[in-house]
Structure formats: C-alpha cells, structure tokens
C-alpha cells in the first residue's frame, strides 16, 4: 500500500499556483518524499524530492513539513499543459525500498 | 536522446496466446522496472531488475516472467495471456545510487480478448 494520503481531484486557475498537498505521516527518517506526474496516460515524469529541506527546480518547489509528516508541491504559475495526474511518494534508499509504491494520486485541472 | 523506448506501442491478443513487451535504455542505468496500469488506478510494480544478471518479484509477479537481456534490455513475457492482463504496461529505468528518479517509456497498451 501506497505511504501517502492525497486528495483525488484539485482546480486551479491558469496562471495562479497550484499548492498540491501530500501526507505522509509514517515516513522514516531515511525515506525521502519524491513527485511525478502523468499527463494523459504518458509515462510518469519525475518532477522533484527532497529529504526534509524545501527543495526547487525549473519545474516547481517542495516544501516539507519540520515534522516531515507532510509536504506540499507547489507549481508556481500552473498553465493547461500541467494538467495530470500528481503523485507523492514515500521512496527508502537500497533494495526494494527503492522501489516506487504509486497510489491514486491528485488529478489536477489547470482552468482557463 | 531516446530514454526508455517501448515496443510495441499496442497490442491486441487473444487469451492463451503469448507475447514478449521489450524495453530498451540508452542512459547505461544499472536498474530497470515494469509496471502495470489499470484505469483510474496507480502504476503496480510487476517486476524489477536491480542489475544486470538479477530480477526480483514486485507487487503483481503472477502471470509474467522477466528477462534481463543486458544492461540495455529487460523484457516482460506473458506466457498464457488472459483479460485480466489487458492493462497499459510501463518499463522504468534508473542510474545508481539507490536515490536517482525513474525514468519511464511511453507505455504499452495491451488489449487481451
């Protein structure tokens, strides 16, 4: 079973941020929260982790909690071509723990 | 740069017939992965390889078998489809390090009647 909690749909305005938010209240500490995506049933994309820094890239920012029991993924100007399926995972370093366990993840609609 | 390259694209089989899905990786990464997809559902591990010469069973192994060919080479066989493996199969690949993201095909939508 998938580590995290996510809500199943989210709306966001074109041109506003789009703040994704993930639970994942039983992570350990060697386990880092990673992001993907999945645009109209493509191959997953790999957007960004972090351990328990807030982390950016050129495609959006992690922020995680100083408990590390949650994180949001924040894409700072959303356009329609960011519509996809978002999922948070929970990954271990090593051996099966490498693994990705995927769940529903969040269908986000980015609105005209 | 091609990634990971999937063939075929899609597939329609009748149930007991076999069939062998291909991958390839051109990033000279030491693991690879395959997944399957079902609607509205997440991507399930089915089998992985953590390098080149050794396999391990995923969440879903049963019905499949995996053959790491190379380094650049997994392949997934279903030996007696059946309509409960109609489902869009995904081949993953990653560098070492055990932290490095997963890099995935464009997937392999396959149709068992």
């Known amino acids: 079973d998938a580590k995290t909690t996510q809500p199943p749909s989210m709306d966001c305005a074109e041109g506003r941020a789009a703040n994704l938010p993930c639970n994942h209240s039983t992570i350990s500490g060697n386990e880092y929260v990673y992001w993907y995506r999945q645009i109209h049933s493509q191959g997953p994309q790999y957007i960004i982790h972090?351990?328990?820094n807030n982390e950016t890239n050129e495609m959006a920012s992690l922020i995680i909690t100083e408990d590390r029991k949650s994180s949001t993924l924040i894409l700072p100007h959303a356009t329609l071509r960011d519509t996809a399926v978002y999922y948070c995972?929970?990954?271990?370093?090593?051996?099966?723990?490498?693994?990705?366990?995927f769940g529903k993840g969040t269908k986000l609609s980015v609105k005209p | 740069n091609a990634g990971v390259t999937q063939t075929p694209k899609f597939q329609v089989l009748k149930t007991g017939q076999s069939m062998t899905l291909q991958c390839a990786q051109d990033m000279n990464h030491n693991s690879m992965y395959w997944y399957r997809q079902d609607p509205g559902m997440g991507l399930r591990l089915i089998y992985y390889s953590a390098s080149e010469g050794t396999t391990d069973k995923g969440e879903v192994p049963n019905g499949y078998n995996v053959s790491r060919l190379n380094k650049r080479e997994f392949s997934l066989r279903l030996e007696s489809a059946a309509p409960s493996q109609t489902s869009v199969y995904f081949c993953?690949?990653?560098?070492?390090?055990?932290?490095?993201?997963?890099?995935f095909g464009d997937g392999t939508r396959l149709s068992i009647l």
């Open positions: 993953a690949s990653t560098g070492g390090g055990g932290l490095q993201p997963q890099h």
């Open positions: 972090g351990l328990k």
């Open positions: 995972i929970v990954r271990g370093y090593g051996g099966s723990q490498g693994n990705l366990i």
